[in-house]
């Protein structure tokens, strides 16, 4: 089955800077790479995902980029601000909406 | 904007006792997940169901687990007899079909404790 590992487990940069989370992913059956973030006590909400068949995705602060040979893909957060301060998730899975498997998480802190 | 909505909120069982979590998936999507994320660990996936049968399930999904979509609009999750391990915040989630849309809304959870 699918297996993602993901890093680092936390990070800290200060406001302004950029922060890079990176996963890796074994089943190279897997398509579609959601990338999810989590506030205290709250649920996983989707942020950016990319599928297969594109390179680079960006949405405004927000990127991810995906190597499928390396099998690995990685979220870019520019201009980092306190309120991007949670949990990040990765996730992989099929393209027909079934079962993602999530990292571990990294826990990432803007220091104002 | 429509979302996922899970009841209840928090569920406190003694072990042992069989459990229900409820959740409403969006009423237009046809992919319905329960995951799990013990407290401070990273999200589970526990079981995926579509058409009306489970399509998919983890290790961790054994015969203490069920899941059950009654009528069209609910979708649930049962835990036979509860362990003190099971305690944990379980999120439902739904996804519409296809290759275009495969995003999966989750809802804010139900935090079942084990006591």
């Known amino acids: 089955g699918e297996n993602v590992e993901q890093h680092p487990s936390t990070l800290s940069v200060q406001e302004g800077d950029s922060a890079v989370i990176k996963c890796t992913y074994s089943?190279?059956?897997?398509?579609?790479f959601p990338w999810y973030k989590q506030e205290l006590g709250k649920r996983p909400q989707l942020i950016i995902d990319i599928r297969s068949n594109v390179g680079e995705k960006k949405d405004q602060r927000i990127a991810v980029t995906l190597n499928k040979t390396a099998k690995h893909f990685s979220l870019h957060i520019t201009e980092t601000q306190p309120e991007d301060s949670a949990v990040y998730f990765c996730a992989a899975g099929d393209n027909y909406g079934q079962n993602f498997v999530f990292g571990p998480g990294t826990r990432l802190s803007v220091l104002p | 904007e429509p979302e996922v909505t899970q009841t209840p909120s928090h569920q406190v069982t003694q072990m042992g006792q069989e459990v229900i979590l409820r959740c409403v998936p969006i009423?237009?999507?046809?992919?319905f997940y329960w995951y799990r994320q013990i407290l401070g660990q990273k999200v589970e996936f526990l079981v995926s169901?579509?058409?009306?049968?489970?399509?998919?399930k983890s290790e961790i999904f054994d015969d203490q687990f069920s899941v059950e979509r009654p009528d069209g609009s609910n979708f649930t999750l049962k835990i036979r007899s509860t362990k003190l391990e099971d305690s944990a915040m379980y999120f439902c989630?739904?996804?519409?079909?296809?290759?275009?849309?495969?995003?999966?809304?989750f809802g804010q959870g139900t935090r079942l404790t084990v006591v």
């Open positions: 089943d190279s059956a897997s398509n579609y």
């Open positions: 169901f579509y058409n009306n049968e489970i399509s998919e």
């Open positions: 009423s237009n999507h046809l992919y």
């Open positions: 989630a739904s996804s519409a079909q296809g290759q275009g849309n495969t995003e999966a809304f």
